[in-house]
């Protein structure tokens, strides 16, 4: 078989976009890239409540392929395995085609595509010139994908920030679609908005680019879902394929659960049942994933956010474990205290009325806020200005319960007026 054999052979086997959507059952749930958080242990667990599509955390391009370590540290023999870890696309930073070629070639084989990251604002990656620092060199950005797309086995992708401008932020997108990328990943906020100034998610601009670009494109909105129902919510309003989430997911893994939208069991699983499961699941792995190991601590912070304000005890305990330590410490000190504590809770009398999720009024960025019991996983919000997003929430109940009882007295006036101009109308006719 000659060279041009093997290259026309390799591009009529390589899926385009739209097949390959078609091929892992077209997901719509999608755990985000997330370093050192979206690791095996947490895919699986997510899949198992509603997610159908994941992306690893994003490695370092360069590093993956030239240390050992480091490799080894980021993917194991499971990551990826057929049985228990797909569909999945592994995500690499890079701003060198041929690192990115060579460190994508070592997963092809047990990924579904490769994803470029163009989104990350943090300060390592302006230093380390990678993810949403590229948004000003469209050429290197294009040669990157380019090069993934003419030489890898499998499809690359891509994630990409917004930038102020609709116009420019589309021209952006095309380019990266004509560089060969097959799904397209919009997270809706521009580079500067990471932190404090994280702010809301601007899906006018998501919805700009998907509605001006060509139909087949596969599409993947992220950026403002907090709670199971915003996922249709965005489906519809944005008319992507699928929705990603990453905060949303981490603080409550529930959130891709929406074909049991009426279940809290499985849409805010309880803190107790949730960090069981998860604790398994690492422990089943840990032999040889050790990327599962190291994130523990920060997932059950994470899963346990609104319950460790009420148990402190637990709090310091878990501050004091870490990765090294034998699952036995960390199975005494914080998974069986909180399985004992929620456990209590259920013997209350009025639990029945004390477990319910109260959900607000609508809100300006199209959802509303839910207050959800802290024995159960729930959204986290940022501070914004000092003030924490929780307090926000309650601020946010609190008018509305305010707004509501205006409302109230307004319709009881307007009955009483009506009433009495009925009455008023009988006894005119009456005189008649
Ligand atoms: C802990 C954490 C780690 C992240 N790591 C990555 C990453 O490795 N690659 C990436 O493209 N984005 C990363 N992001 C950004 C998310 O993938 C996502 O684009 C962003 O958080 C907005 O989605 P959300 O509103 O659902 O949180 C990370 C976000 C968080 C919270």
Redesign the pocket.
Known sequence: MSNADVNTTTKVFKMKGRELFNHINKPTKIV???????ELAWRILSRRYGATLA?T??FHAKLFATSEKYGKDMWSEYDGDKDIDRPLVV?F?ANDPDYLLQAAKLVQDKCDAV?L?L??PQGIAKKGHY?SFLMEEWDLIHSLIKKLHDNLNIPVTA?IRIYEDKEKSLEYAKMVLDAGAQFLTV?G?IRDQKGQKTGL?NWDTIKYIRDNLPKETVFFA????LYPEDIARGMNELHCDAI???????YNPGIFNTDFINDKDKIFPRVDKIIREYFEIVKKYSDKSNASKIAMKSHFFKILRPFLGNHTDIRSKLASLNAKMPFDRWENDVVKPVEDIVEEIFKQEDIKEKDVIIVGEKQMWGGSYRTVPYWRCQPYFRPVNGVTGDKRVIESLKQNVEVERVKRENEIESLKRKSDELVKNETKQVKV
């Open positions: 985000a890239p997330m370093v050192d958080q979206s992306y955390p994003m995500q930073c994803d990251n989104g990350c993810g994630k997270h906020r998610a992220n950026g403002n879902i990603m989430s990453a905060e949303g997911n981490l």
